[in-house]
């Protein structure tokens, strides 16, 4: 599996050009959780794919919780038959003004996900680690990703602790903050992300079919080849998939 990649957070349902993307990620065999920003969109995503690489996930964004709370209920109905959560999550940046009902809800949220257990979850934390990484706790009763850190190194250390993984995008590796957070990241914790289409490269949407690129950024980073990158986040995303 040296040619093994993977993708734990791309906007799918979002591309322009979805059917191209799709089909590439069957050729190409890149195992790809697809994120979704409301429960709606999920639902919609699972009538459209139907492949053994490409994985939906239910999610609820946190910018969008108080314009949408109607679907909070709908979130609740479809949480135990889905493995994959995301994105989910809280922004104290852009979504300040909802501070509190975000919280409730994502509070709500990581107790059915601990009830249930065996869910994989990505996770939004922007503005706002130290309240996800708490939230969280250190005994949660699955995976969970922090997708594009950017928090402080003292709330990433308490998210390793307490058994947090963290997905790398191309953003990240080419800038001097993300590098910084990247080099105190144990190999062990490190997988990969797209954010597709919300990154860009050469003015274009960073893609998930372009997800060798972050390999080959990361590998520099910790000063290791890119086979031995790569051997890493397989074992790394093997480990998360089959202990959760």
């Known amino acids: 599996m040296s040619d093994f990649l993977f993708d734990t957070h791309s906007h799918l349902d979002l591309l322009k050009s979805f059917d191209y993307t799709v089909q590439e990620i069957e050729k190409k065999r890149i195992y790809t959780i697809a994120v979704t920003n409301l429960p709606v969109l999920y639902q919609k995503l699972i009538t459209k794919v139907d492949s053994k690489y490409i994985k939906p996930a239910l999610g609820f964004h946190p910018e969008l919780i108080d314009q949408y709370q109607k679907y909070i209920p709908e979130m609740w109905k479809l949480l135990p038959d889905a493995r994959y959560i995301g994105e989910v999550g809280l922004d104290f940046k852009i979504g300040k003004d909802s501070k509190v009902l975000q919280t409730t809800f994502f509070e709500e949220l990581i107790s059915r996900c601990n009830d249930i257990g065996g869910k994989i979850l990505t996770i939004h934390s922007r503005g706002s680690a130290k309240e996800v990484i708490s939230i969280i706790g250190n005994n949660f009763n699955g995976k969970y990703i922090l997708h594009w850190y950017s928090g402080n ?92």
Not at 154 to 173: E, Q, T, W
Not at 175 to 202: H, V
């Open 153 to 244: 190194l003292k709330d990433l250390h308490i998210g390793i602790s307490n058994g947090a993984y963290f997905s790398i995008n191309y953003a990240m590796v080419t800038s001097s903050s993300g590098q910084k957070i990247i080099e105190s990241i144990p190999n062990e914790r490190l997988l990969l992300e797209s954010d597709s289409p919300f990154i860009l490269i050469n003015k274009k949407p960073f893609s998930t079919l372009e997800i060798d690129k972050v390999v080959t950024k990361l590998a520099a980073i910790k000063n290791i080849s890119f086979e031995a990158m790569l051997h890493i986040l397989y074992n790394n995303f093997k480990i998360l998939l089959n202990n959760a």
